[in-house]
T-cell receptor, first 113, second 115 residues
Framework: AQSVTQLGSHVSVSEGALVLLRCNYSSSVPPYLFWYVQYPNQGLQLLLKYTSAATLVKGINGFEAEFKKSETSFHLTKPSAHMSDAAEYFCAVSDRNTDKLIFGTGTRLQVFP | DAGVIQSPRHEVTEMGQEVTLRCKPISGHNSLFWYRQTMMRGLELLIYFNNNVPIDDSGMPEDRFSAKMPNASFSTLKIQPSEPRDSAVYFC?????????????FGPGTRLTVT
């Protein structure tokens, strides 16, 4: 069965610093992978997705993620954090047998001035 | 497109009362998902529908919870009777399940408080 593990429930960075949010997946078939962002009091919004095309995926707001099969990872990065990036981020993997998305437990990103 | 629409946005009710949450998916989407989010348990999938048919309701916590999707543009999640531990944010999401396209689009959620 597919699963995702997000290392670090909280990550804090200074404004302008590199953002790195970690996600490792487990899947018996080539996965589709997603990153979602949730701002306070809002629903989840799709940041980017990997669907077996290019391994480096660019998303909205300057975020990108790299699919590494050898490491079973799909880490999310942004070169320079902005205060508006403060939110909770969820990694997810598709379960193509059931059409469900399997979500990680989330990582809360704090950005300090 | 207006996105996924949920109503009400906030609901405060007393224990024992019936609560009905509503969802309008994105037009043309063929799958609909109900989630619950709490601090303690995170994001939980309650039930999902494909082409208006319930496919997996294993996440529904107990018989007090029921969900329907009478047509492609409307779904309800009902709790009867409600209990304080049902307090959470309930999200509806929809997707068009097709090759290379499994992403879900979430509504703004309904914040339920049961006193």
């Amino acid at each position: 069965a597919q699963s995702v593990t997000q290392l670090g429930s909280h990550v804090s960075v200074s404004e302008g610093a590199l953002v790195l949010l970690r996600c490792n997946y487990s899947s018996s078939v080539p996965p589709y992978l997603f990153w979602y962002v949730q701002y306070p009091n809002q629903g989840l919004q799709l940041l980017l997705k990997y669907t077996s095309a290019a391994t480096l995926v660019k998303g909205i707001n300057g975020f990108e993620a790299e699919f590494k099969k050898s490491e079973t990872s799909f880490h999310l990065t942004k070169p320079s954090a902005h205060m508006s990036d403060a939110a909770e981020y969820f990694c997810a993997v598709s379960d193509r047998n059931t059409d469900k998305l399997i979500f990680g437990t989330g990582t809360r990103l704090q950005v300090f001035p | 497109d207006a996105g996924v629409i949920q109503s009400p946005r906030h609901e405060v009710t007393e224990m024992g009362q019936e609560v009905t949450l509503r969802c309008k998916p994105i037009s043309g989407h063929n799958s609909l998902f109900w989630y619950r989010q709490t601090m303690m348990r995170g994001l939980e999938l309650l039930i999902y529908f494909n082409n208006n048919v319930p496919i997996d309701d294993s996440g529904m916590p107990e018989d007090r919870f029921s969900a329907k999707m009478p047509n492609a543009s409307f779904s309800t999640l009902k709790i009867q009777p409600s209990e304080p531990r049902d307090s959470a944010v309930y999200f509806c999401a929809s997707s068009l399940v097709a090759e290379l396209s499994y992403e879900q689009y979430f509504g703004p959620g309904t914040r339920l408080t049961v006193t």
